[in-house]
């Protein structure tokens, strides 16, 4: 579940709380049942999300180096104000 921070005009979360205090839950649950709502009445929003792939690996270039190569070159990198 993710937690999030969100902005509520005064009037709007005055008056879920009130729907939350007489339907007994709490305004977490209010908020969620008004999204799911939201996308009851949109399905085709949620339904056009491309599904997630994951992203093909890039050659950066620190192939077939040897460990004493790499840091080698990160020492080169290094700022020469900076001790090694």
Known sequence: MI?????LPDDLYRD?????????????ETLRRGGELLLARH????ENKPAW??????????Q??????VHAASLD?????LPH
């Open 16 to 28: 879920l709380k009130r729907l939350a205090q007489a339907k007994e839950w709490s305004l977490a």
């Open 3 to 7: 937690k999030t921070q969100i902005q």
């Open 53 to 62: 792939t994951q992203p093909q690996a890039r050659d950066l270039g620190w």
């Open 43 to 46: 399905p085709y929003i949620a």
């Open 77 to 81: 990198d290094m700022d020469p104000r």
């Open 64 to 69: 077939g180096l040897t460990h004493d190569e």
